[in-house]
């Protein structure tokens, strides 16, 4: 947005908390596939695009939409289970690696020519 009326722009504070997982669940970014485990079940992941028009408007080479790889221990993916709120899993959510959804995102059903 843009405009000459100073007037109509307005400074808000900080948020204390990030705004975008109010509300629902906090779980791995959908964009990420798992590729591997380590003997300590670090879980090793892995972005990959849904699709070539998605990767055009959301990716880039210098990683600005998320990491191209991540690292999650084993323990924030069990926090991540009890919705718990760590530094581990803040740091993820800074990186766009941990994301919140509404409580039934992924819940629903499509029923296809039922009208």
């Known amino acids: ?15 204390n908390d990030w705004p975008h997982i109010e509300g629902g669940t906090i779980r791995i970014n959908p964009v ?14 892995r972005r990959v695009f849904p ?7 959301n990716g880039s080479e210098d990683g600005r939409f998320v990491p191209e790889s991540a690292v999650v221990s ?4 069990e926090d ?4 718990k709120l760590t530094v581990e899993i803040e740091k993820l959510i800074e990186q766009g690696v941990v994301l919140g959804f509404p409580e039934l995102h992924g ?9």
């Open 74 to 77: 084993s323990q924030a993916m």
């Open 51 to 57: 699709s070539p028009w998605y990767e055009q408007e």
């Open 32 to 45: 990420y596939t798992e590729q591997s485990r380590d003997s300590s079940g670090n879980i090793f992941l």
């Open 80 to 83: 991540l289970a009890h919705g």
């Open 107 to 115: 819940k629903a059903s499509i029923k296809v020519g039922a009208f």
């Open 1 to 15: 947005m843009a405009s000459y009326r100073t007037e109509v722009f307005r400074d808000y504070p900080a948020f």
